[in-house]
């Protein structure tokens, strides 16, 4: 039995005693009067009655002859009147998580406490668990969170079928059969689902799009994000949450979910199943397979391209792979991998914000002098060699690389299998490259200080509201502003 079991089970049995005890007081029986007629002490019933015991069948049915009544009324979850159920609710408040972790002695129950305390005691307990809910999501949180979606997208091959079908519907509807999607197609999907598409400069930074659901109009900025969103791959975005049902997040984890699904509907739609696959097959097929060739082929961006690899390739080619976006000082901001590619991580599992090996293209390739081709590279690891193939780009956040790559028996499929790139790490191995030579370590030993860069990120608290990060109050006084114009 789960701990949640028990305090189910604990809640139902205080019903049961406060029943228990209203219909033995309904007949002016004591605890022994009544212990009496049933064959128990008057002590066994005292703990029925708390809630601590649990009764047998044989004894209800006992009770419920000598009280005059069914054993049906006795189980019944309602409490029996205002008091029992006041009591049952404090004895739950009192139980909880959130108030034990305040070390606080419980309140004691007894006849002589009145309602009112219990209710203003109440009060306080239902504003604690309020401001609970309400409290930001951990960096602690976050990270178990992305980690646990990680883990279980993975086991699935980043594939999710029925969103495949979603936008398959959706896009046959709007008349789209081949090549790049068009805005105006997205326009049409727009429209079809009752909603116009407006581009406005003055959206709150906090927000990629506003959805006014009252009068059928999603806001947009008139420009792509930088290093970022298109504007297609937004207006999608908006339009998955109506076609998927989306309510408030309920959790950070909820939230993370939610952007996954939306997400992987837009590249559904921006780089179709079918059309794609037959593109991917066929590049297999002349050995020939380029990131920058699907990427081109349906005009989306090159981290687009290579995470839509990630849905497709596994599923439909048989061929486990990795990705890996990565921030200049070496960061992990985003990653996929069925391949078996070690990569470091934190003691929760999670991978995000974990620097990479040096020796990874992820980070070599920052060293390129040409940086606006494709930088292919074989990395022998503990767990096998890979190949991949890297392109730096930036954003306004900085720069950054995309990295797709497979283990060294499928590169044969992959233009840039005959790069005489090759680089050896063993990290986790510290000596791999987060280690100075025993010769720096020596000389500089106690006559250097670095002061380290610490990365806000790891201390920005994650809102866990309805809509974690963005500002409500800028959106409903964006809102008012365009209604009234």
């Known amino acids: 039995m789960t701990p949640r079991d028990d305090q189910k089970t604990g809640i139902e049995l205080k019903t049961l005693g406060h029943r228990i005890r209203h219909y033995r007081l309904q007949q002016g029986f004591t605890l022994d009067e009544l212990g009496a007629a049933v064959g128990v002490a008057g002590s066994q019933l005292s703990l029925i009655e708390n809630g601590k015991r649990e009764p047998k069948l044989s004894l209800l049915q006992a009770i419920a002859a000598a009280t005059d009544t069914a054993v049906t009324d006795l189980i019944s979850g309602e409490p029996p009147n205002r008091r029992a159920a006041l009591e049952i609710e404090l004895e739950k408040a009192q139980s909880s998580s959130v108030f034990r972790s305040l070390g606080i002695a419980p309140i004691r129950v007894t006849k002589t406490l009145s309602d009112e305390t219990i209710e203003s005691v109440l009060g306080l307990h239902r504003e604690l668990q309020r401001r609970e809910s309400e409290a930001i999501a951990t960096p602690e949180e976050a990270r178990r969170a992305n980690t646990e979606l990680r883990l279980r997208m993975r086991a699935s091959h980043n594939y999710l079928p029925e969103l495949e079908q979603l936008a398959e519907k959706q896009l046959r509807a709007a008349g789209h059969t081949q090549g790049a999607l068009t805005h105006r197609t997205v326009s049409i999907m727009a429209e079809q689902l009752g909603f116009s598409l407006i581009y406005v400069d003055d959206l709150p ?18 420009a792509s994000i930088p290093g970022g969103h298109g504007l297609r791959s937004m207006a999608l975005q908006a339009m998955a949450h109506r076609l998927l049902g989306h309510k408030p997040p309920t959790s950070y984890a909820d939230f993370l979910q939610q952007r996954l699904e939306i997400n992987y509907y837009a590249a559904c739609c921006l780089m179709p199943q079918a059309n794609s696959v037959a593109f991917l097959q066929q590049a297999k097929k002349d050995r020939n397979l380029a990131v920058e060739d699907f990427r081109d082929a349906f005009g989306v961006t090159h981290e687009a391209a290579a995470m839509r690899m990630t849905n497709l390739m596994t599923e439909h080619l048989g061929m486990p792979l990795h990705f890996l976006r990565v921030g200049e000082a070496g960061q992990i901001e985003r990653v996929y991998e069925n391949d078996g590619l070690p990569l470091p991580e934190d003691v929760t599992g999670s991978v995000e914000g974990q620097i990479v090996c040096r020796k990874f293209a992820a980070r070599d390739a920052f060293d390129q002098q040409n940086r606006t081709t494709e930088h292919y590279q074989y990395t022998d690891t503990p767990t096998g060699t890979f190949w991949c193939s890297t392109q730096t780009g930036a954003s306004d956040r900085g720069g950054f690389s995309i990295t797709v790559g497979v283990r060294f028996d499928d590169a044969k499929w992959w233009r840039g299998r005959e790069t005489q790139n090759r680089e050896v790490s063993t990290c986790p191995d510290e000596s791999c490259c987060r280690r100075a030579p025993d010769a ?28 974690p990060g963005v500002d409500e109050t800028a959106v409903f006084a964006f809102l008012d502003r365009h209604i009234d114009a």
């Open 440 to 467: 720096q370590a020596s000389r500089w030993k106690g006559r250097a200080w670095p002061s380290a860069r610490v990365h806000t990120h790891i201390f920005a608290p994650l809102p866990r509201g309805q809509f």
């Open 205 to 222: 930074p906090s927000t990629r799009s506003i959805t006014d659901l009252e009068n059928g109009r999603i806001y947009l900025p008139p």
